[in-house]
C-alpha cells in the first residue's frame, strides 16, 4: 500500500543537496513528515473497516462478555461465574450441548460425503446437469423457507406419514418433531437436503482443475474405477475438502433458523441447540446474562474449531 | 512510472475514489438520518397512536376510534408488528425514549405488572374508578390490571376460553353440548367411533400447551386453580394431579390431535368435521366465522362442566390491556381515549368487528354465540378465572408451558412434569418476592 502510495507521489520539488548527506544518519525532516503523512493516509484508509468492525461486533461483544458475568434479577447483581456454571447443572442446556453435538457430526459428515458423491457421479456427461440442477437448487432457499417446506413433511398430519400410510406402512408413520434425538435427526436431514448443493457446487469446482494429465497417467499405470478415485482424485480435492468442512462446522454450530421454524427448539426445549438456546434464555426467559453466557460459550467454540481447524489444514499456499 | 499514469487516468476518471466515498458519505447520512427521524409515533393532530402486535385488528382499531373520535376528538392510528416476541422487545425498549408510542397493546396480568414496575407506564386508578361508578367494569377484572394497587391497563375485550364445535356434525351424530362432565365424555367416545378427533389439543406454538392444563385444573378445582397461580397451593396436590391423569388418559384414548397440531388449520378442521370440539379462546370465533361458518347457526359454543357436579362452575377468562406509556408523545389525548375506551358506543363497533365479548358488563356482544355465554355466565355468577398464561411471573409460566409440551409429546410422566412445574414455582415465586422487596 505505502510503496505504491510512494511511486505515485510526484518528485518532491525543489533543488536536493545530494552531494552533502545530512549529519549522522536521521532522515530529513521532508522525508519524516511524507512518512507520517503516508501513515495517516493509510490509517485513513482503515479507519472505516475498523470502526465498523469495533461499533458492530467487537463492542456488542465486550458488553455480552461483560453482561455474561452478572444475574438476572431485577437489579442485576455481580453473578461471576454463576450463568457459565449453568451449563454443567440445568438439564436444558447439557441437552443443548448434546444437540449442538449432533448437529456438527451430522451437518459435516453428511454433506461432505452426499456432496462429494453427487459432484462425482455427475460430473462430466450431457443428462447430470440436470441431476445437478435439482441438487443445487434447494441451496438458494432461504433456511426458513426450507423448514416450512419441510413443516408440511415432518408434522404428524404431514405428507411424510400420509405417504407411510399410503403403501400400507403404518407402524412406521409417527410423530417425527415431538421425540427427541429423532427430531433432531430428521431436522439434521432437512438441513442436509439444503445445504449439499453447496458442496456439491464446490466439489464440481474441485473437479474440474484436475489436470487430466494425472488422470491419464493413472490410466496408464492400469488404475481405474474405484483405485483411480481414491489414490488419484480424492487426494487433489484435499483443499475443496477442507473447504467444506469448514464452512459445514461453523453452519452446523450456529444453526438456527429451521430449528426455529419447525420446533421452536421444543417439545419442552429438547430440540434445542445452543444457538436456539441464546435466544430462548435472553429473548423468552428473559434471562440475558444466562443468554450472554450462552452466547461467549458458542463464539468462543466456534472461533476455536474454525482457527484449529483451519490452521492444521490450511498451508500458507493453500494446498 | 506506469503508476503515476494509472494515478492519471484514475483522478480523470468521471467516479474517482473521492467521489465515490463523499457519495457513500452522503448516502450513510441520509439513511442514518433516516432511521433517526422514526416519525411514526410523531404527533398527528387528531389521533392517537396504538402500538399492537396483530395487524388483522387494524380495521377493528380504527372503526373504533371512529366512535371515540366524537367523544374525545382522537382516533385511532394503529401500528402493528406482526410478531409477537419482536413486539415485545421494541415496545419495551421503545418506552424509554421519547417516541414512545400514545398507547399500546399489552397482556393483563404478571406481563403487565413487569411492565409497569418499570415505572413506564401511566397510573390509570382514577380512570378505572369512573368506569366502576358508571358500572362499565366489574370488580373481579380489576387485579389482572394492576399492580401494588394501581391501575396500568384498560382490557381490551374480555375472551371465554371455550369448546367450539359444529352444530351439524353434532346434529348428525346426535350429540348437543355437554352440560355435565359425563356428557362431554359420551360425546368424545361418539366422535371417536365415528373416525373424528374429539378434542383439538396442541403445544405448537408453544402457548397452547397450557390450554388444556388451565381448563381441566380449573374444572376438578377452581379454588384450586386460584390458589394454584398465585402460589399457595403446590402442583404437586392432589387436584393437580388428577387434572394430569384425565389429560393423559384422553391422549391414551386418541382423543386429542397430535400435539404438533396447527391450530391455524383448526377452523377448516371443524368446518370438514375432522375435529369435534376445538377448545381456544373466543377471540376464535372471528376466525371461524372467516371459513363462511355462521355464529350460532353452523358453530356454537360451550364452557367445559365441571369434573364433579358439586363444583361451583367456573370459566377461564383472557384479557389484552391497554396502556397509556409515561412517555406517550400524545400523552393528554391518549389518556382521553383510555377513559372513553369502555364506553358502550365505542365497544358495540369493536366487540362486531372482533366476534368477541367486552369487558364492559354493559355492552351486549354482537355475536349471538358469546352473548348466551356471558348471559350465564353472569345469571349463574360463574367464577371468573384469569389465563394461566399472565398468571405468574413470565419465567414461572415460560418454563412450566415448556414441561407441559413435553408432557403432551408423552417425553416426560404426569409426576415428573408437576414436579417440576412445583420446584419452578418454587425458585421463581421466591425470585419474584425477593424482587419486590
Not at chain 1, 433456511?143 to 413433511?153: C, K, L, R, T
Not at chain 2, 378505572?128 to 382490557?155: H, K, L, N
Not at chain 2, 358439586?310 to 400524545?330: C, H, Q
Not at chain 2, 358488563?361 to 398464561?389: C, F, H, I
Request: aromatic share 10%.
Amino acid at each position: 500500500m505505502s510503496s505504491s502510495l510512494d511511486q505515485r507521489k510526484p518528485p518532491l520539488p525543489g533543488p536536493r543537496t545530494s552531494s552533502k548527506p545530512g549529519p549522522a544518519d536521521s532522515p530529513p525532516p521532508r522525508r519524516s513528515a511524507r512518512r507520517l503523512r503516508d501513515r495517516l493516509a493509510g490509517a485513513g484508509f482503515l479507519a472505516p473497516a475498523v470502526l465498523l468492525v469495533s461499533t458492530l461486533l467487537l463492542l456488542p461483544f465486550a458488553t455480552t462478555v461483560y453482561r455474561s458475568f452478572f444475574d438476572d434479577r431485577r437489579v442485576s447483581g455481580f453473578a461471576g461465574l454463576d450463568n457459565y456454571a449453568l451449563f454443567l447443572n440445568d438439564p436444558v442446556l447439557t441437552r443443548s450441548i448434546q444437540n449442538t453435538l449432533m448437529w456438527v457430526v451430522g451437518t459435516v459428515v453428511l454433506p461432505l460425503l452426499l456432496g462429494l458423491a453427487i459432484a462425482v457421479l455427475t460430473h462430466g456427461g450431457g443428462w447430470s446437469r440436470a441431476a445437478r440442477l435439482v441438487v443445487v437448487l434447494p441451496y438458494a432457499l432461504s433456511g426458513s423457507a426450507v423448514a416450512v417446506v419441510w413443516n408440511f413433511v415432518l408434522t404428524t398430519d404431514g405428507a411424510a406419514n400420509q405417504a407411510l400410510r399410503a403403501f400400507g406402512m403404518d407402524a412406521f408413520a409417527q410423530g417425527w418433531l415431538l421425540e427427541w434425538p429423532g427430531n433432531t435427526l430428521v431436522m439434521i436431514l432437512a438441513n442436509t437436503w439444503q445445504s449439499a448443493g453447496v458442496a456439491v457446487i464446490l466439489f464440481l469446482v474441485g473437479l474440474q482443475t484436475i489436470p487430466p494429465e494425472t488422470l491419464e497417467a493413472a490410466s496408464l499405470d492400469g488404475a481405474s474405477g474405484w483405485r483411480r478415485f481414491w489414490f488419484v482424485v480424492l487426494p487433489q480435492l484435499r483443499t475443496v475438502s477442507v473447504i467444506v468442512v469448514g464452512i459445514s462446522l461453523v453452519n452446523g454450530l450456529k444453526s438456527f433458523d429451521l430449528i426455529w421454524v419447525l420446533t421452536q427448539g421444543g417439545p419442552g426445549r429438547e430440540s434445542e441447540t445452543l444457538a436456539v438456546s441464546m435466544y430462548q434464555e435472553t429473548f423468552l426467559a428473559l434471562h440475558p446474562g444466562a443468554g450472554a453466557a450462552v452466547a461467549v460459550v458458542l463464539t468462543t467454540i466456534v472461533l476455536f474449531t474454525s482457527w484449529l481447524y483451519l490452521r492444521r489444514q490450511l498451508t500458507p499456499k493453500g494446498n | 512510472m506506469r503508476s503515476n499514469g494509472g494515478a492519471t487516468q484514475w483522478s480523470s476518471h468521471p467516479l474517482g475514489r473521492r467521489s465515490v466515498l463523499a457519495g457513500i458519505g452522503a448516502g450513510g447520512a441520509a439513511a442514518l438520518a433516516g432511521c433517526a427521524r422514526g416519525d411514526s409515533t410523531a404527533v398527528k393532530p387528531g389521533t392517537t397512536s396504538l402500538a399492537n402486535d396483530n395487524a388483522t385488528w387494524d380495521q377493528g382499531y380504527v372503526a373504533a376510534g371512529r366512535e371515540l373520535k366524537k367523544l374525545t376528538g382522537y382516533a385511532l392510528r394503529p401500528l402493528s408488528n406482526p410478531n409477537p416476541t419482536s413486539y415485545k422487545q421494541v415496545t419495551q425498549i421503545s418506552l424509554q425514549t421519547t417516541k414512545a408510542t400514545d398507547m399500546i397493546k399489552w397482556a393483563s396480568g404478571y406481563l403487565l405488572k413487569s411492565l409497569a414496575r418499570t415505572g413506564e407506564l401511566s397510573d390509570l386508578s382514577s380512570l378505572w374508578a369512573d368506569y366502576e361508578r358508571r358500572g362499565w367494569v366489574t370488580s373481579q377484572a380489576r387485579e389482572a390490571m394492576s399492580y401494588r394497587g394501581s391501575v396500568y391497563g384498560m382490557p381490551l375485550y374480555e375472551s371465554y376460553y371455550v369448546l367450539f364445535y359444529n352444530t351439524a356434525l353434532f346434529r348428525k351424530h346426535g350429540l348437543r353440548a355437554p352440560g355435565t362432565w359425563e356428557e362431554l365424555l359420551h360425546n368424545a367416545e361418539v366422535l371417536k367411533k365415528a373416525d373424528i378427533v374429539p378434542f383439538v389439543a396442541t403445544q405448537s406454538g408453544n402457548w397452547p400447551a397450557y390450554e388444556w392444563f388451565q381448563e381441566l385444573v380449573s374444572k376438578v378445582d377452581p379454588q384450586f386453580y386460584a390458589e394454584l397461580i398465585s402460589g399457595k397451593a403446590h402442583y404437586t396436590d392432589p387436584q393437580a394431579k388428577q387434572a394430569l391423569q384425565i389429560w393423559q388418559d384422553f391422549m391414551r384414548k386418541g382423543w386429542m390431535t397430535p400435539a404438533d397440531f396447527d391450530q391455524n388449520n383448526g377452523p377448516a378442521a371443524l368446518k370438514a368435521g375432522q375435529v369435534g370440539m376445538f377448545l381456544h379462546g373466543s377471540w376464535q370465533s372471528q376466525g371461524i366465522a372467516a371459513t363462511g361458518m355462521k355464529p350460532g347457526v353452523d358453530f356454537d359454543a360451550f364452557v367445559m362442566p365441571p369434573v364433579e357436579s358439586s363444583t361451583r362452575r367456573s370459566v377461564i377468562t383472557e384479557s389484552g390491556v391497554l396502556a397509556v406509556p409515561r412517555k406517550a408523545v400524545s400523552h393528554e389525548a391518549a389518556m382521553a381515549n383510555a377513559a372513553n375506551w369502555l364506553d358502550p358506543k365505542v365497544q358495540k363497533v369493536w366487540t362486531d368487528f372482533l366476534q368477541d365479548a367486552s369487558a364492559n358488563p354493559r355492552s351486549r356482544p354482537g355475536n349471538p354465540v358469546m352473548a348466551g355465554l356471558k348471559d350465564r355466565a353472569q345469571r349463574e355468577r360463574w367464577t371468573l378465572l384469569p389465563r394461566y398464561g399472565e398468571s405468574g411471573p413470565p419465567n414461572l409460566i415460560q418454563g412450566n408451558t415448556d414441561d407441559l409440551g413435553s408432557f403432551m409429546t408423552g417425553s416426560s410422566s404426569a409426576e415428573g412434569t408437576l414436579r417440576s412445574m412445583a420446584g419452578r414455582a418454587a425458585e421463581e415465586w421466591a425470585a419474584w418476592e425477593r424482587d419486590e422487596a
